[in-house]
């Protein structure tokens, strides 16, 4: 009967709502089928961890500190606008920040996010109040719960508390003074900053870079590192 029907559509779309509702729970799921980046060749796909991300995530865990010195094309810039995309939708008190050595860049990476954040399911895509100044602001999860959180895009992050910061492109940030005194100290003792950069010659940043290999086979590095 029609009843019959109906009823049969009613449990067989709440058995989908609860599988849903139980992937959702897992970070890795999320990263695998909610959002979309654009492929090498132009076309809009869904993002799935390349080898070098995922083993990128299993080393860098635990540890507040790190540095990424890496050849081009591995997307770890990508990786880490994603996974700040997923927090801030998914978990209050998650703001980030990815800081751009350059203007272009900086638009190149807020595509990124803007374009993740665009093609996400409508059904699971949190409020925004706003998306202007390359930054997104996150009132509320896809079931109503308060996020308040802000994603950042920028060249300079200042006067504010963000728990994740990524630098692209360090080595090439010509005023690494205003990086430590502004942006850095914008992320707490119990926040993780992570430096991401191709090379770039002998600089400060390679002096930092050295001064943490030191630390670590001297085994000084600790979870605060």
């Not at 990476?109 to 895509?125: C, D, L, S």
């Amino acid at each position: 009967t029609a009843a019959q029907k109906s009823g049969r559509r009613q449990r067989k779309k709440w058995r989908l709502k609860t599988m849903l509702s139980q992937k959702l729970k897992s970070k890795w799921w999320r990263l695998n089928h909610l959002y979309k980046i654009k492929s090498k060749q132009g076309k809009i796909i869904f993002f799935h961890p390349n080898a070098m991300q995922k083993k990128h995530r299993v080393e860098s865990h635990g540890y507040r500190y790190g540095y990424l010195v890496k050849p081009r094309q591995f997307g770890f810039t990508t990786d880490y606008a994603i996974d700040m995309l997923d927090n801030a939708s998914f978990y209050p008190g998650a703001s980030s920040g990815i800081i751009a050595h350059d203007r272009e860049t900086l638009s190149k990476i807020f595509a990124i996010v803007k374009r993740a954040y665009e093609n996400m399911p409508a059904e699971f895509k949190p409020v925004a109040k706003y998306d202007t100044r390359n930054e997104y602001k996150f009132v509320k999860r896809y079931d109503g719960l308060p996020l308040d959180n802000e994603l950042y895009v920028a060249l300079k992050i200042r006067g504010t508390t963000i728990p994740r910061l990524h630098i692209s492109e360090a080595a090439f940030i010509e005023d690494r003074d205003e990086l430590k005194m502004g942006a850095k100290q914008a992320v707490p003792k119990t926040g993780r900053i992570t430096e991401e950069t191709t090379g770039n010659g002998m600089n400060e940043f390679y002096d930092d870079v050295m001064a943490a290999l030191e630390k670590e086979k001297s085994n000084k590095m600790g979870p605060q590192d």
